[in-house]
């Protein structure tokens, strides 16, 4: 899994990029095939605007978009809608199919 981090028009203080770190190996736990994230931090007229890119081999990449004033929330907020999502399309992938009529069982009587 590649990561990226990215701060544009803010200094991203050793903190706040291990704390992104963290959470982003932390996405591992739900056994997708996670190839790359992008994390792009920017500031925004009001607050601070945090983006994650995740792409997933086999499906559509996962794009959360987070607003806040303070960096730390804006972060933390991001980080638990991503998990959300992720965790969501993890359970979509893992569920067995409904099934077809062709796998139903035929009882003689």
Not at 48 to 55: L, R, Y
Not at 80 to 89: F, P, T, Y
């Amino acid at each position: 899994m590649t990561v990226q981090i990215r701060a544009k028009g803010i200094t991203l203080n050793d903190h706040a990029r291990a704390h992104v770190q963290s959470a982003v190996e932390a996405f591992e736990k739900f056994g997708l095939d996670i190839t790359t994230v992008n994390v792009v931090i920017t500031t925004e007229k009001q607050g601070v605007a945090v983006e994650f890119d995740i792409h997933i081999a086999h499906a559509q990449p996962v794009v959360i978009n987070q607003n806040d004033d303070d960096l730390d929330t804006a972060i933390d907020l991001a980080i638990d809608r991503a998990s959300k999502a992720l965790r969501r399309l993890h359970t979509k992938v893992a569920s067995p199919a409904k099934g077809s009529i062709k796998d139903l069982e035929t009882v003689d009587v």
